[in-house]
């Protein structure tokens, strides 16, 4: 059976433990240019779904560090008295930058005592022996968790919205943070354009049989969001956006492919809502997650 990730860090911390968007301050490779393909394009406008917020739009943007935590904090204790965070770095790429402002800024985070785990999105092309070593280091503190956004495996889809690496480049990252110990969430979007009901699953499938088992998965349906290169495509050539009811199918059958204990990150997309174009479905939380839930419990 698949956990809940809320199930899961209860059975770890024995309370409910909260996420505190973070900002790194780096940027992304697939949008300043340093990817070139090997045909010589550079990329330069990052994966054609992502907004400018770099796909983390509610991240609190305030330097340094502390001062961003408390900010984050007292946002999420205007609602609940939580005393335990993870501090979540998710918007654009959080392991592409100066290597010691790098260390400087996790080293300060995961060391408070606040701070019970390190989450980190990247991207697989972003783990280079320098980033490998810092990490070493942190996971000595305390756990730390590395997102990565592979979305698909089929490769002409990731060609399609512009990812910038192949399959084997994350095949190689997945296995060097695997030997330090970290854990890796593996992000999957379905309903990605031209994608079969079968490529989703392949994805999953793929994702179900790695060695070591994978850790986590936030499985997402595409969401189209304005200002993206996305929505332009999908306005000159719209293309078939997943409905609640086939999303839903495709979680049912990615609980059934999953191992026992991948912990479940997300179940739908999380775009912001004011940048939201399609589906207009996932903008109705409750009625989705009801949804979802009453297919889905019998697997958790
Ligand atoms: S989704 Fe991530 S990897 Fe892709 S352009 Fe946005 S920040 Fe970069």
Known sequence: MAIRLSEYLKSIYGEKVY????????????RDGSIILSDGTRLT???????????????????????????????????????????????????YGDISGLKELYMDTIKRDDIEILSIGTRPDCLGPEVLEMLKDLRQ?????????????????AEHFHRGY????????????????????????FGLPGETKEDMLDTVRYLSALNPPLDG????????????????EYKKTPFHILTLDEHTDLLEESLKLLPDKTVIHRMTGDGPRALLIEPLWSLDKKHVL??????VNKYF
């Open 141 to 157: 503190i305390k756990p730390v968790w590395i997102e990565l956004g592979l979305q698909t495996i089929k490769e002409e889809s």
């Open 217 to 232: 998965i936030k499985l997402q349906n595409l969401q189209i969001l304005r200002d993206t290169q996305m929505y332009e």
């Open 19 to 30: 996420r505190l968007s973070l900002s790194s301050g780096c940027t992304c490779p697939n």
């Open 45 to 95: 406008g990052g994966c054609t779904f992502c907004s400018e917020g770099g796909s983390g739009e509610f991240a609190a943007k305030v330097a340094p560090i502390s001062q961003q935590i408390e900010v984050a904090k007292k946002r999420i204790r205007n609602k609940t008295d939580a005393g335990k965070f993870i501090a979540y770095f998710q918007s654009y790429t959080n392991t």
């Open 290 to 295: 009801n949804t979802i839930n009453k297919k």
């Open 166 to 189: 192949k399959l084997e480049v994350f095949e190689e990252a997945y296995q060097n943070l695997k030997e330090l110990d970290i854990e890796v969430i593996v992000h999957v979007i």
